[in-house]
């Protein structure tokens, strides 16, 4: 009998824990995606900055092909466009090179939690090791600091400590401004 409802997504073990520690090395990750679901929805830009000593050190930024037109909304709200995707590599070819610049480091992020379980169940599907990395999400830093405060979105806690974006919602960009955040919040920890 179908109930129309799609299957909840599966466990994850062997996902790493959700941490509320200042730590001085760590990789900054944000993903950009076609849609809210790991399951229905293909992952279109990705985005990473390794820190150490709480200082950038390395970067990669890219575009993936999802094999399909992105939905009006997604160019609304990215900027990206299927003309930028065209030539892009697909996902395939870019998560084993994105994985293994993660490496083992912590990994932190805005609402890094939906970025983690994309990428774990990406890489599952593509039969590559599990992400397993431990992270550090700043939207639940800035709520266990800030539960004054009604809204944690990246924009407002780039707002409430003086952090110019250089844009919204494209991945490189977005792993900058959560890490300026999370320097200024890791001094309250």
């Known amino acids: 009998m179908r109930t129309g409802l799609p ?9 790493g824990c959700s941490l509320l520690a200042a730590v001085d090395d760590y990789v900054a990750v944000d993903i950009e995606t076609t849609g809210l679901s790991p399951r229905y929805s293909a992952i279109i830009e990705v985005g990473a900055v390794r820190f150490r000593a709480g200082r950038p050190r390395d970067e990669v930024s890219l575009l993936i092909d999802p094999g399909f037109d992105l939905p009006p909304a997604i160019t609304a709200l990215t900027g990206i466009t299927d003309d930028m995707l065209w030539t892009a590599p697909p996902i395939t070819d870019v998560l084993p090179y994105f994985l293994d ?13 939906f970025d983690v379980n994309f990428l ?29 405060y009604r809204h944690h979105r990246l924009g407002d806690l780039a707002e409430r400590f003086g952090v110019v974006p250089e844009t919204a919602h494209r991945a490189l960009a977005d792993c900058y401004t959560a890490a300026a ?4 919040m890791k001094t309250q920890l």
């Open 7 to 15: 299957k909840s997504p599966p466990a994850r073990p062997y996902k």
């Open 101 to 113: 610049f993660v490496g083992e480091d912590v990994i932190l992020g805005h609402n890094v939690n």
């Open 120 to 148: 774990y169940d990406k890489a599952l599907a593509l039969g590559l090791p599990p992400l397993s990395n431990d992270f550090i999400d700043t939207m639940r830093l800035s709520r266990r600091l800030y539960p004054q």
């Open 181 to 184: 955040c999370y320097e200024h």
